[in-house]
């Protein structure tokens, strides 16, 4: 990480309207793996910058310097600085600021500027959950027909599952968490996605698999409140 963090830094230099980029995911936490993982950046943007101005001079050097890791894509999510005072109400509502925050802050690396993880609110987990199982129904519905998004949907829906249970988000405490649960389809799923993304079923298998495990973490929540 060294390596890349010196390549971009070499490279990119100051870029206008850029307030931070930040390295975070699985390349931070050590369970990154060649040809089935992304590598995750997050450009904080002044207010007044024009994001596809940024992202264009940001871009080429990050897919330049993360070449040799040989990611499955480059991801550059972006936000407004003023909007992580609260990004689920006033920006995007990235998982990684929102449902996955904690793995972010314990997991990231700040290339350029200023780390921004103080700005942040920490939101509750349980009171954010209905939000991100109703984002991942619409998500459902939208990309319906498109395969490669189904993948990623049960990808995602089988690693929140885990991290319900009290898995972290590393591949092999999602991969023990889903065996523990014994729930076949998902470690299908998730075991699949290990071996480099080869998640090869019907849309229907991933429709419906979506639907139950979304219901079924529903009403997970739904118990936990009331006994609580």
Same mark, same amino acid.
């Given at each position: 990480?060294?390596?890349?963090?010196?390549?971009?830094?070499?490279?990119?230099?100051?870029?206008? %309207?850029?307030h931070s980029l930040i390295l975070y995911g699985s390349l931070v936490r050590?369970?990154?793996?060649? %040809?089935?993982?992304?590598?995750?950046?997050?450009?904080?943007?002044?207010?007044d910058a024009k994001p596809e101005k940024v992202i264009s001079k940001v871009r080429p050097v990050l897919e330049e310097c993360t070449e040799s890791l040989k990611p499955v894509e480059v991801d550059i999510?972006?936000?407004?600085?003023?909007?992580?005072?609260?990004?689920?109400?006033?920006?995007?509502?990235?998982?990684?600021?929102?449902?996955?925050?904690?793995?972010?802050?314990?997991n990231h690396l700040v290339v350029l500027g200023e780390d921004i993880t103080e700005l942040l609110p920490e939101y509750r987990v349980e009171d954010i959950l209905p939000g991100r199982l109703d984002s991942i129904l619409r998500n459902l519905e939208r990309f319906?027909?498109?395969?490669?998004?189904?993948?990623?949907?049960? %990808?995602?829906?089988?690693?929140?599952?885990?991290?319900?249970?009290?898995?972290?988000?590393?591949?092999?405490?999602?991969?023990?968490?889903?065996?523990?649960?014994?729930?076949?389809?998902?470690?299908?799923?998730?075991?699949?996605?290990?071996? %480099?993304?080869?998640?090869?079923?019907?849309?229907?298998?991933?429709?419906?698999?979506?639907t139950k495990r979304v219901e079924r973490m529903k009403k997970l929540k739904a118990t936990s409140r009331t006994s609580s």
């Open positions: 990480m060294i390596g890349l963090i010196n390549c971009i830094r070499r490279w990119l230099g100051r870029v206008p %309207g850029l050590g369970d990154y793996l060649q %040809g089935t993982s992304d590598v995750d950046f997050f450009a904080v943007l002044e207010d999510a972006w936000e407004w600085l003023s909007n992580l005072h609260d990004p689920l109400n006033l920006g995007y509502p990235y998982k990684f600021l929102t449902v996955y925050q904690a793995d972010f802050r314990e319906s027909g498109n395969m490669k998004m189904l993948h990623i949907l049960a %990808g995602e829906t089988a690693r929140l599952m885990a991290f319900l249970h009290g898995s972290s988000l590393r591949k092999g405490d999602v991969l023990e968490k889903l065996e523990e649960l014994k729930d076949e389809e998902a470690l299908k799923i998730y075991r699949s996605y290990l071996m %480099g993304r080869k998640m090869e079923f019907s849309g229907r298998f991933l429709r419906d698999f979506i």
